[in-house]
């Protein structure tokens, strides 16, 4: 049996997690305030995810990058695989927030959407 | 001279949020100046999450948080105007500002929300000593360098100061390539958000120096490095604690300062501790018709908080407009002691209304379960067991309208913790 | 190139002699080291004007402080260059201090410095309420005045320029070879130019310059003076240039306003290894605090909104050398100038032009000489009417880049098209106050290096803080 002491980033609150494993299952979590926090500890205990927010380059914009991030939280450890995808891409104004702009960003199932008009 | 009902000064979250509920509550002649090219203010270049979990149930990004409202306020007749600004506002409510298209403009209120926001400390503010080379700046200037102008401020960074700016942004170079070498706290506590320290912080293994602070830059054209200490309780240099950073740039994120200017042409009584007006419950200052909300009467941690409070405003300001204000028996006074470092609104008019006050507060130092209690003559009339009390979240309790029934003239009303 | 002068060196100094030679029908260069005019003592110092009661009788800085003081406030108003002549107070804490009171006043007289008076503690906390109660009394100078001192080196280099005069930078002179009555003067970039007669007016490096010819007469200290600058918000809490009584324990810090209503305390006094230090210290910086309070006790310390240092040319002669070198008597050497050298600096000018007259013999004077430059908008000075009027006519004007210090769009893209155009941030800083304010750029360094960028059609990587390697980013996130 793991022990793991955890700080909960579902909301601004913060709360201090602890975690018990057993055999890479969470069997029980304590000191959160919400349902997100036990949800936050579980997956933060066997498969971490965190939302992405970068730029991508765009043609013809009101500025040179348009805001964008990926519609749901990504595993952790494809943080920079997805940087590297969208550091080449570049998109054409107009956009609108909520349009697609990489499908499927790495084999993960989630979209990087743009999150402002350019 | 053109004529408005309202003016708000500033179309970020605050000005946006005031603007609507004054027009919801039947103001009719509505007016927004904004400096920037476009509404959403500072949330523009925030491109990261977070923002709206209270306020929408969801985790918008800067910009789309910006966005629901700027959408709303297309949907009204409000004007806006962009590219604005206002140079002065003159103690008869008239508001002097200038663009490119208008030129210089005139403009009658019969009543005027504040809401130009903040701006960060300087490095110039800190003293800190060694040369004066390009790639110190703050983090906000940094920001939107990397976020809307498309480029990087620097390839090898330290941040001073761990407020939610300087954790934001240490993430946010990590992942467009640089490398950041260590984020230093003045304080043995960060300012910023939990959250963000774990997301921004530990996730790429960037130390957290806690009692440390920057005692010299180094570097003649550019930043060659900085030498960071050790910090005493008394918050100085603790000598023989040098350790020098080489780097290419040093941010600065030492603190955020309410805009208040214009406020003090005019007349408005400041408060000391948060640098904004002193308020009442409807957010309006001691110079009638005129009102305050967002990063200019305090700073805020969450924006949702900024709506919340810029709905108050604008539904001050309509009341006044309309001729609905009710005029106040008498004021009571709030102040925080004992850990409380400021209580916001500073002061609340007894006008008979049945509406419960909502007050906010911040503490000066970290307490674990401890409890926030107020107190009037004496009397308990709220408390409540806190498990953690942070200076860098805003907290805040209701007090009841049956409560402020029992006031009288001149009496305050006290805050604090215990434990 | 060839010219019949070159001037080294466009600090204060350097420009003003630059602009009064410049009404001569000659040619003549100005070549400075750095990205812009005024980047060594001229940027970074007290920015008064002294009365001269200072220096030491018979000397030329007693001579040239007295008769450039006279010049300065009709030289401002000719350049239209923010001036203020406010008075100066010495203040004295001790019958002691009183005492160096009258040895000030008694040298003053012999320096013919016109408008002096002792003044008791009475009158000393009508002038100046904030001034320590402990304060007994005061030397009360009241042709000292305040000026912006890189306004006025911009303003006279300006004119020069507008003359004919052609400017040279990033021109960092390390070589002069004399040969066949011409002079080659080499940089480090390589650039060279030929000139029949020089002016070695190159401030701390002008010992550095003068043995390129082989004169070995000048030793030049670089002493740093450390300086805060407080907020507009404290504009008041002073009205004159308040002095401390020089003491055995030291000179004092003097605690000022600005031209441009800030106030200003400083300077710490350090003889420094070597020529480049323009670090500020906790140490001296504490110092200036401390002296501060001594001074006016209830000054708000706290809003402090940048601190800097300046290096003087401390030469160990101790008076200003103004003369032809022993070595080549068409090199003129302008070295020493340290303070009172900006309040001197335009009777050194007038002093330099009749050395010049002297070796040069008689110079034929142009026929059309501008003695002064197109006047720069300032538009947070103007009033309405005229704020209106300007907008019409350019909308530029209508746009505010720098909120702290009111600066329009207009205002920058003029200083980027000047006679010396701006080619940097600090550059348009100086021309316009752009992120001069309590935010120190924060929110308008941004958007003013992009109006540069546009305005020069440079890509923003290559906009710089102050030339050289001060980029102020370093690359594209994408």
């Known amino acids: ?118 | 001279m053109l004529k408005y009902d309202l003016v708000v000064v500033g179309g970020g979250p605050a000005g946006m949020a005031a603007a609507l509920k004054a027009k919801e509550c039947g103001v009719e002649r509505i007016l927004i100046c904004e400096r920037d090219e476009t509404l959403g203010g500072i949330l523009e270049q925030c491109i990261h999450t977070g923002f709206g979990l209270h306020y929408f149930g969801e985790e918008l990004s800067g910009p789309e948080y910006a966005a629901r409202f700027i959408d709303e306020v297309e949907k009204t007749d409000i004007d806006v105007k962009v590219n604005t600004m206002v140079l002065d506002i003159t103690t008869n409510n008239v508001v002097i500002a200038i663009n490119k298209q208008d030129g210089l403009m005139e403009i009658s209120a019969t009543a005027i929300v504040l809401a130009m926001g903040c701006r960060e400390r300087p490095r110039g503010a800190i003293s800190i000593p060694g040369t004066r080379p390009a790639g110190v700046m703050t983090a906000g200037t940094a920001q939107r360098f990397a976020n809307i102008e498309g480029y990087l401020p620097g390839k090898e960074v330290v941040i001073l100061g761990s407020g939610d700016i300087g954790l934001i942004m240490a993430r946010r170079m990590t992942l467009e390539g640089a490398k950041v070498k260590a984020v230093c706290e003045l304080m043995p506590y960060s300012g910023g958000l939990t959250r963000n320290i774990v997301q921004c912080l530990e996730d790429f293994d960037i130390p957290l120096k806690l009692s440390h602070t920057v005692t010299e830059i180094k570097g003649k054209d550019r930043v060659e490095g900085i030498t960071i200490s050790k910090v005493d309780g008394n918050l100085k240099p603790i000598p023989g604690t040098e350790e020098y950073i080489p780097c290419d740039t040093l941010m600065l994120s030492v603190g955020l300062l309410p805009e208040n200017e214009l406020s003090r042409a005019v007349g408005i009584k400041l408060d000391k501790v948060t640098g904004g007006a002193v308020v009442d419950q409807y957010r309006e200052t001691n110079h009638e018709g005129i009102f305050a909300c967002g990063n200019v009467l305090h700073v805020h941690d969450l924006v949702d908080f900024v709506t919340q409070e810029a709905q108050t405003a604008g539904e001050g300001a309509a009341n006044y407009i309309l001729g609905k204000k009710e005029y106040p028996e008498f004021r009571v006074h709030t102040k925080g002691i004992n850990g409380v470092r400021y209580v916001v609104p500073q002061r609340i008019s007894i006008d008979g209304s049945e509406e419960p006050v909502k007050l906010y507060f911040r503490v000066g130092q970290v307490y674990t379960n401890a409890a926030v209690k107020v107190t009037r003559n004496g009397n308990v009339i709220y408390a409540k067991k806190k498990r953690k009390l942070a200076p860098g979240e805003m907290e805040n309790i209701v007090i009841k309208p049956e409560d402020l029934q029992e006031f009288s003239e001149g009496d305050y009303l006290f805050i604090e913790v215990e434990g | 190139m060839s010219y019949d002068i070159a001037i080294i060196g466009a600090g204060v100094v350097g420009s003003l002699i630059a602009r009064k030679l410049s009404k001569y029908d000659i040619k003549i260069a100005l070549v400075e080291k750095c990205n812009d005019v005024a980047m060594g003592t001229s940027k970074a110092n007290s920015a008064i004007v002294h009365a001269g009661f200072d220096a030491v009788p018979g000397t030329l800085k007693a001579e040239l402080n007295v008769k450039g003081t006279k010049l300065m406030g009709y030289l401002c108003e000719e350049l239209s260059v923010p001036y203020k002549n406010i008075g100066s107070l010495v203040v004295a804490f001790s019958e002691e201090e009183m005492e160096t009171l009258k040895e000030l006043y008694d040298r003053g007289m012999e320096n013919s410095v016109p408008g002096l008076k002792i003044i008791g503690q009475d009158r000393l906390h009508e002038l100046e309420p904030n001034v320590s109660k402990r304060a007994l009394g005061a030397l009360w100078a009241k042709t000292a005045s305040i000026v912006c001192p890189y306004e006025l080196t911009l303003a006279a280099a300006e004119v020069a320029v507008i003359n004919g005069v052609e400017l040279y930078r990033n021109f960092a002179v390390n070589d002069i070879q004399f040969e066949n009555e011409l002079f080659t003067i080499k940089a480090e970039s390589g650039e060279q130019i030929e000139a029949k007669y020089v002016i070695n007016a190159a401030g701390i490096y002008s010992d550095y310059i003068a043995s390129l010819i082989g004169d070995n007469s000048i030793e030049i200290v670089a002493r740093k003076g450390e300086y805060l600058l407080m907020d507009k918000s404290l504009g008041g809490v002073v009205n004159h240039v308040i002095f401390q009584c020089p003491t055995k324990m030291g000179k004092g810090v003097l605690v000022t306003p600005t031209v441009d209503g800030n106030i200003l305390t400083g300077p710490s006094a350090k003889d420094i290894e070597g020529k480049d230090d323009i670090t500020t210290t906790s140490d001296e910086l504490d110092m200036v605090r401390k002296y501060t309070s001594y001074s006016i006790p209830n000054v708000k310390l706290n809003a402090v909104i940048t601190s800097f240092a300046g290096l003087r040319a401390h030469s160990t002669k101790g008076d200003f050398i103004i003369e032809p070198s022993k070595v080549n008597p068409h090199f003129i050497n302008v070295a020493g100038i340290e303070s009172p050298g900006l309040s001197a600096a335009p009777a050194i000018a007038e002093y330099v032009q009749d050395i010049m007259l002297d070796v040069c013999g008689r110079l034929p004077k142009k026929v059309k000489w501008h003695r002064t430059r197109p006047e720069p908008i300032r538009f947070r000075e103007l009033s309405t009417v005229e704020r209106r009027e300007l907008i019409e006519n350019d909308p530029a004007f209508g746009q505010i880049v720098c909120r702290c210090e009111t600066v329009t769009e207009g205002e920058i893209i003029a200083a980027c098209h000047g006679p010396i155009p701006a080619w940097d941030m600090d550059g348009v800083k100086r021309r316009t106050r752009a992120g001069m304010g309590r935010c120190q750029s924060g929110f308008c360094g941004p958007k003013v290096a992009e109006i540069i960028a546009r305005e020069r059609n440079q890509d923003l990587l290559d906009i710089t803080k102050f030339g050289d390697d001060s980029n102020i980013v370093v690359g594209k996130t994408k």
């Open chain 1, 1 to 118: 049996m793991e022990v793991r002491e955890l700080t909960c980033v579902a909301c601004p609150m913060g709360c201090q997690l602890t975690a018990s494993i057993d055999n890479g299952v969470v069997v029980s979590v304590t000191g959160n305030t919400c349902p997100r926090g036990k949800k936050y500890a579980e997956t933060e205990c066997t498969h971490p995810v965190r939302p992405l927010t970068t730029t991508v380059k765009v043609e013809g914009g009101k500025h040179p990058v348009v805001p964008v991030k990926s519609a749901d939280a990504i595993p952790k450890e494809k943080m920079f695989d997805c940087m590297k995808v969208l550091n080449e891409v570049t998109v054409k104004a107009p956009v609108q927030i909520g349009d697609v702009i990489v499908e499927d960003i790495c084999s993960t199932g989630i979209n990087i959407v743009a999150t402002n008009i350019c």
